[in-house]
């Protein structure tokens, strides 16, 4: 067949298939199930009834006990700096300490604020160590008639109202977390919902909520209801509340954080019933646990938080590269074909994962064994694949069909889920066919499945996929070996993705875990999991999912969501859309291609979609040492890779007495302003009885400074659902309509610097920017430093023996810093062992001089460089500088190169030693304003339905007021045919179009084209 035929069919096929293609099945062979396996009636909740009046209360050891006159009992609780716990225990439960599956941080000794708690110096005179002991009894409660008040530390009090009983903390007089109607418990009848315990907490009138999981919904989660109970939805788009992992976490524009800490089935009202009132309700609890976590910073509260419930390991240097994946890879031959297209075709590759049919199969899920048939020499395969730097990686299922080899051993073990009567339940609904489910809480489940896991270990298996661990068709009336269905519903992922982790720090200590893992919990970082957002719809609904979905994780600790890039589900043949998810993807935590039905390898794209794929694909890995620093940073601090516009800057506070890192730098990044650095003030030595008094005021200062800086963040960017930010660095704004090539962008404070053109951008400030099929909007932080690498096509051959290090010189900023962080990229005891490097860039600015530091610490490790080339590249300078010195010597001018055209200087540094200094002399800086940055006044956005019979809703948005003129229709050869008013409103809107004429008849089927202000969508009419 011709070439120039067969293309022109595939193009064809481009143009047609997305509306002619039927619905695809989700990993299916046997179809969707006839019933919707989470469903269920919703009764009406049952009666709340809260704790009463306060009677009497007791203090001991850093616990406040307060009885209430109804019998409950409320425990107070401060934790660890900057968390307190509170505990509720109705009136005939037993008052004992709570289990949890998400906290492993035990809690820290405590001492009355200013009060040593090992007590005064020996010596000290008699009535000093008498004061000392009573108020270490007495916890420097103080009582009044109405109120107790017990200052927690500095800067916090806990206040207790005796009538009704209500708690409350403040922060430094102001009162962050308030109760409402404060504990309760749900009291069941025959016609009610399940009882259980909750409590209701006061919300304040421009108070944000985010986190909560992963859903497709806005990033400002008040004002909706929403479950905690972890869902798969087949084929989800934007809209989707519930999704593979919900988290019992909520974080506040006002400086907190709360978790709910059970795991059991619950709901949040985050003001859908009151507006004014937060409502946890979890069901079937008999006592309630939950914590409220401070902080001067979105980033302090999360280093709190995963210090609270772990923090992510290293994951493998190769985890950050493109892991190629698809429904699904049928043998040993077709995974060395597509590795080897993968490389013909130019594109990096430093993964491979197999699905369900390295086992046999959907009706052999359970059997974790090859199927040798069509895998004949799987450790040769592994193999060569890792001898071009690939690793294989494997699916398991916690289902065990029927028909697996293994069905009748699980049964007979007791390994399985169970009916009311001890026998194993069949889950006849499934869509594979009738399957057991692995209780994966018994010991028992957990060491069958190692067994299995360290077979494949053993064969040269890098990585784990676990699917479907919601589980995704759970039958409520399974009984599991630590409960009912919705009582351990939500524990199972987070306890399936703790065998690997538990189980290779025993046997393989010095091995980092990789698990893609679909489910999860409260804690679920610290398994080492890599979670993905489930079987999202192949549409641009289903992308424009994935940046609310990432972002509210990231809240939430977990610091590696993606998605399947270009789509799962449908099989929807787009290629801008494709490129589109591709671009954003290369620039989150994980890039991994994958799908059903259509081919997610890019390679299979046409020109120009495959090139430029390629590119995005390139600067990825041109990016990695920045990339890798971000993944040190999340495991040091628990700062997530992709941070929402709100996240701001401020560092993390890292407790570096009990970081196993040792001494290392609270920020990976910062920078100083010359207005900020001439407000620092001179602070002179306080006396010894003054030093509590001061760093009090000190504190208080801050935590106005702080909340003035959450105020600010939430009236900028209280709700920003299609950009973010890669690190402390870099701003992405993804496309995320067809059609489109530009798009406005809102910039944080400071000047921003296109990635691509080093044109500047004032921050505080929308602009407009384009947007190409080509890239997406880039930017940089002005006086940031971003280190690159050449590029490789594997990041086995990854190493920082030569850097691109590129540093943004602006005169607003005086100084900034970097920290690189380096190491072999697969031990994981490099931090017990020190065996990493630290490369700490250090640049200020002032007049026409740049000074610039690299400094280098650490010890070294398998393949450290013995040396490193450094090439900084500063953009944006105006002409050629007058000097370059070099640690105060003057480098000959043609030891550097000044590019006129592109106004860069580049300066070649080799790094022997642990320190270079270099300076610039005569430097001028060309921070013109760019001068495309032009608003767009409205976005014409996807249609409701691009294909559809009778009628679809054409979207659009209006940025600002303002006529935007008629939306018009055209079909294929461009006659107007129809004409369809717009608002004015600033704001979404809508208008539907009929498929129908401007004298109303019915318009034959056909490619249409809808039309507003020069920006088009395309329909396809089907008759």
């Known amino acids: 067949m011709p070439f120039s035929f067969r293309r022109t069919r595939f193009l064809l096929s481009l143009a047609l298939l997305p509306a002619l293609a039927g619905p695809a099945l989700a990993q299916q062979e046997h179809g969707r199930p006839t019933q919707d396996p989470f469903q269920r009636p919703t009764p009406p909740e049952a009666r709340p009834v809260f704790i009463g009046s306060y009677k009497s209360h007791q203090y001991q050891n850093g616990i406040l006990t307060l009885v209430s006159t109804e019998g409950g009992t409320l425990r107070v609780r401060p934790w660890a700096a900057g968390v307190l716990r509170i505990e509720y225990f109705p009136a005939g439960t037993p008052v004992r300490d709570i289990p949890s599956i998400s906290v492993v941080q035990p809690a820290d000794a405590w001492a009355p604020p200013g009060l040593h708690r090992e007590g005064p110096e020996a010596g000290s005179p008699k009535a000093i160590h008498a004061s000392w002991r009573q108020r270490q009894a007495a916890g420097d409660i103080t009582e009044t008639a109405t109120t107790l008040r017990w200052p927690v530390s500095s800067a916090g009090t806990i206040v207790v109202q005796k009538k009704p009983l209500r708690v409350s903390y403040q922060q430094h007089d102001e009162t962050l977390v308030q109760d409402a109607g404060g504990v309760f418990q749900r009291l069941t009848t025959e016609t009610s919902g399940p009882g259980g315990t909750g409590v209701s907490l006061r919300l304040q009138p421009n108070e944000h909520l985010y986190g909560t999981g992963s859903r497709a919904l806005p990033l400002d989660r008040r004002g909706r209801r929403l479950t905690l109970y972890n869902e798969a939805h087949y084929g989800y788009q934007s809209g989707e509340p519930t999704l593979n992992v919900s988290l019992p976490t909520v974080l506040s524009s006002r400086g907190y954080m709360l978790l709910f800490d059970h795991h059991a089935a619950a709901t949040l009202d985050l003001g859908a019933t009151d507006p004014n009132t937060l409502i946890y309700s979890g069901e079937d609890l008999l006592n309630l646990g939950y914590f409220i976590i401070t902080g001067r910073s979105n980033a302090e509260i999360l280093a709190r938080y995963t210090r609270l419930t772990g923090r992510q390991p290293l994951p493998p240097r190769w985890a950050l590269g493109l892991i190629q994946s698809r429904f699904g890879y049928r043998s040993d031959t077709e995974m060395l074909q597509v590795a080897g297209r993968m490389h013909r075709a130019g594109f990096p590759l430093d993964a491979l994962v197999l699905d369900l049919y390295w086992f046999g199969g959907t009706t052999r899920q359970g059997d974790l064994g090859w199927d040798y048939a069509n895998f004949r020499q799987p450790q040769r395969m592994i193999r060569r694949l890792d001898s071009v730097g690939v690793k294989t990686i494997l699916i398991s299922e916690p289902y065990v069909m029927r028909t697996s080899r293994h069905d009748g051993l699980v049964r007979a073990m007791g390994l399985v889920g169970m009916q009311a009567n001890g026998k194993p339940y069949t889950v006849e609904s499934f869509w594979a066919g009738p399957a057991t489910i692995l209780d994966m809480q018994r010991p028992e489940t957990q060491d069958w499945l190692w067994s299995f896991y360290k077979q494949r270990k053993e064969e040269g298996v890098a990585g784990w996929w676990s699917d479907l661990g919601e589980p995704e068709n759970h039958p409520l009336d399974m009984r599991h070996y630590k409960g009912s269905t919705r009582q351990v519903h939500n524990a199972l992922g987070l306890t399936w993705a703790g065998i690997f982790q538990e189980k290779y720090t025993q046997e393989y200590r010095n091995e980092r ?511």
Do not use: C
């Open 513 to 1023: 875990v990789f698990n893609l893992a679909r489910s999860g919990w409260a804690g679920m970082q610290r398994n080492s999991v890599f979670p993905w957002s489930g079987d999202v719809s192949r549409s641009w609904s289903g992308l424009q999912a994935q940046v609310p979905i990432m972002l509210s994780m990231s809240l939430g600790g977990v610091g590696y969501m993606h998605s399947d890039a270009g789509g799962f589900a449908g099989n929807t043949v787009d290629a801008e859309l494709y490129t589109r998810w591709l671009q954003m993807a290369s620039f989150s935590p994980i890039l991994r291609p994958h799908g059903a039905g259509t081919p997610p390898e890019p390679y299979w794209w046409p020109e120009p979609y495959r090139s430029i794929v390629r590119e995005a694909t390139h600067l990825r890995y041109r990016l990695l040492p920045y990339l890798y620093t971000l993944a040190w940073e999340n495991t040091q601090t628990g700062a997530p890779l992709v941070r929402p516009m709100n996240f701001g800057l401020e560092a993390a506070d890292i407790d570096l007495p009990n970081s196993q890192w040792g001494d290392i730098p609270v920020s990976v990044s910062g920078s100083t302003s010359h207005a900020e650095a001439a407000a620092v003030p001179i602070k002179p030595p306080l006396a010894p009885a003054n030093e509590f008094a001061a760093e009090k005021h000190l504190q208080q200062q801050t935590w106005l400074t702080s909340r003035q800086q959450f105020d600010q963040l939430a009236r900028d960017f209280p709700n920003l659902n299609d950009q973010y930010l890669l690190g402390p660095n870099l701003l992405v704004a993804p496309v995320l309509q067809p059609g489109q090539r530009r798009r406005n962008v809102v910039l944080p404070a400071g000047n921003w610097v296109d990635f691509y053109t080093n044109e500047t951008l004032a921050g505080g400030r929308t602009v407009g920017r384009p947007a190409p099929l080509s890239r997406l909007p880039l930017l940089v932080r002005a006086g940031a430093f971003l280190p690159l690498t050449p590029y490789v096509s594997t990041t086995a051959a990854y190493s920082t023996d030569t850097l691109l290090v590129r540093y943004y010189a602006d005169p607003a900023v005086a100084s900034s810093h970097f920290t690189l962080y380096d190491d072999d990229g697969k031990s994981a005891l490099v931090a017990k062992n020190g065996q990493y490097q630290l490369l700490t860039f250090s640049g200020s600015t002032s007049g026409s001089q740049t000074d610039i530091r690299v400094e280098l610490k650490g010890r070294p490790f398998e393949g450290v460089p013995v040396w490193r080339r450094i090439e900084l590249q500063l953009p944006r300078v105006a002409t050629s500088p007058t000097a370059v010195l070099l640690d105060g010597e003057t480098m000959p001018a043609t030891e550097y190169r000044y590019d006129a055209r592109s106004q860069t200087l580049y300066v070649p540094l080799l790094l022997e030693s642990q320190h270079v200094r270099l300076t610039v002399k005569g430097l001028r800086l060309n921070t013109t304003p760019a001068a495309d940055t032009a608003l767009e006044t409205l976005t014409l956005e996807a249609p409701g339905a691009p294909a559809f019979n009778s009628r679809t809703e054409l979207r659009y948005t209006l940025h600002q007021a303002g006529a935007a003129g008629p939306l018009r229709i055209f079909d294929s050869r461009g006659q107007l045919i129809r004409t369809l008013p717009t608002a004015t409103e600033a704001g979404p809107h809508t208008v539907v179009w009929n498929s129908d004429d401007g004298k109303n008849r019915p318009v034959p089927a056909g490619v249409y084209r809808a039309e507003l202000a020069g920006q088009q969508q395309r329909l396809v009419v089907l008759r």
